[in-house]
């Protein structure tokens, strides 16, 4: 079965500075889709980045990048030029194609803060 | 974010009672998922619906029964709840169950079982 494991419960940022959030993966599939959710406190879940396995280009939205070593089944997310606002529970999610591979699994999650 | 709603975003309850939870999604999809978030564990997938029939029910007790009456509204009905069932209830929708497909979360509810 697969899993996913984030292994900073939390992490702290300075204003301006730039973070990165650890995840790594099982899976014995080669195709497969990487997430990162944002989960900003009492609001609601939303999709910050995803990764296609099957591209070796790194995915990027903004300031936020990610780090995708599938020998290594590691999925790291890159936050630069932090702002207040990305403080928020991040989610790294995997799912596979159709069916029930399709449903996403999740980490446990890490806690970012931000300093002013 | 209001293309995914629930109601109510707060709810307490005691064991005895049954109470349901009611998600409603304005964004044209066809699949819509029931999650469960505790604390300091991963969110947990309850069910899933596509098109409007369960293709996912994953050992979920018997005391949570859902429902999707058309694409648009999902509901979790409760009963003879259990106090580790407090917890934060999430809905999501996608436009379909292929893995490639965003999922849209709504706000939650705060479920707490005394």
């Known amino acids: 079965a697969q899993t996913v494991t984030q292994s900073q419960p939390e992490m702290s940022v300075q204003e301006a500075e730039t973070v990165t959030l650890s995840c790594t993966y099982d899976?014995?599939?080669?195709?497969?889709?990487l997430f990162w959710y944002k989960q900003p406190p009492s609001r609601q879940m939303i999709l910050v980045i995803r990764?296609?396995?099957?591209?070796?280009q790194n995915a990027t939205e903004n300031r936020f990048s990610v780090n995708f070593q599938k020998a290594a089944k590691s999925f790291s997310l890159k936050i630069s030029d932090s702002q207040l606002g990305d403080a928020a529970m991040y989610f790294c999610?995997?799912?596979?194609?159709?069916?029930?591979?399709?449903?996403?699994?999740f980490g446990k999650g890490t806690k970012l803060s931000v300093k002013p | 974010e209001t293309g995914v709603t629930q109601t109510p975003r707060h709810l307490v309850m005691g064991m005895t009672n049954k109470k349901s939870l009611k998600c409603e999604q304005h964004?044209?999809?066809?699949?819509m998922y029931w999650y469960k978030q505790s604390a300091k564990k991963p969110l947990e997938l309850m069910f899933v619906?596509?098109?409007?029939?369960?293709?996912e029910n994953n050992s979920v007790p018997s005391r949570f029964s859902p429902e999707c009456p058309n694409s648009s509204h999902l509901f979790l009905h409760l009963h003879t709840l259990q106090p580790e069932d407090s917890a934060l209830y999430l809905c999501?929708?996608?436009?379909?169950?292929?893995?490639?497909?965003?999922?849209?979360f709504g706000p939650g509810t705060r479920l707490t079982v005394l």
């Open positions: 999501a929708s996608s436009r379909g169950t292929s893995g490639n497909y965003e999922q849209f």
């Open positions: 899976t014995s599939e080669s195709d497969y889709y």
């Open positions: 990764q296609e396995a099957y591209k070796q």
């Open positions: 999610a995997y799912s596979g194609y159709g069916g029930s591979q399709g449903n996403l699994i």
């Open positions: 964004l044209g999809h066809n699949a």
């Open positions: 619906y596509s098109l409007e029939e369960r293709v």
